[in-house]
């Protein structure tokens, strides 16, 4: 069955120290790959996306997404992160060509200590 | 621009009451619309999805309908509550295959 898999459910860091989120999904096709983040309190905001090309994306606020295809992965990535980066972080994949039903990971919750 | 709207913002419901929950866009034609769950530890659950005007697709059995009554409109139902389908709800739209965009969510209690 296809699937999202985020293995850290809780990432506490000091400011300053760099990110990686890892997320891996289970699927042998053509897939669409998402970052979304949710600060306390907000909406759900898409980060970056990865359609097709350069499997290296940047999104916003600093963050980038590495899509490694034989490894069926979309790691999500910060060299440097702020406190204000706390928040929780989804992976989400469409499978298939022309889907559109998004399957979320668990999510993970990174905290940044100041 | 293109906004989705979704309200009420908190409901407490007791058990074996109904539920209404309503989502609408504006600024887009046709998107396809989506309801999730969102529990603490587990994820975003996808629970119905609909591509148009009466059509829609459930991905989880359980208490819980949706209807499209209107191209923007989109909404969450339930004749009797349970205990279990308390939970955060959340709306979203796309329009192709470029992502989503969510509203703001409800906070359900079952009490």
């Known amino acids: 069955a296809q699937s999202v898999s985020q293995h850290n459910h809780h990432v506490i860091l000091s400011e300053a120290a760099s990110l990686e989120l890892g997320c891996n999904y289970s699927y042998g096709g053509t897939v669409n790959l998402f970052w979304y983040v949710q600060y306390p309190g907000q909406h759900l905001q898409l980060l970056l996306k990865?359609?097709?090309?350069?499997?290296l994306v940047k999104g916003i606020k600093g963050f980038e997404a590495e899509f490694i295809k034989s490894k069926f992965s979309f790691n999500l990535r910060k060299p440097s992160v702020q406190w204000s980066d706390t928040a929780e972080y989804f992976c989400a994949v469409t499978f298939g060509a022309g889907s559109y039903q998004l399957t979320f990971g668990k999510g993970t919750k990174l905290s940044v200590i100041p | 621009s293109q906004t989705i709207h979704q309200w009420p913002a908190t409901l407490v419901q007791p058990v074996g009451s109904p539920l209404s929950l309503e989502c609408t866009v504006e600024g887009t034609s046709n998107p396809n619309l989506y309801w999730y769950r969102q529990a603490a530890g587990r994820g975003l659950q996808l629970l119905f999805y609909?591509?148009?005007?009466?059509?829609i697709s459930s991905e989880v059995p359980q208490n819980l309908s949706a209807s499209r009554p209107q191209d923007r409109q989109f909404i969450l139902s339930s004749k009797k509550l349970l205990l279990s389908d308390s939970g955060f709800y959340l709306c979203?739209?796309?329009?192709?295959?470029?992502?989503?965009?969510f509203g703001s969510g409800t906070r359900l209690t079952v009490v």
């Open positions: 609909s591509v148009g005007i009466g059509q």
């Open positions: 990865y359609f097709s090309g350069d499997p």
């Open positions: 979203a739209w796309s329009v192709g295959n470029h992502g989503y965009t």
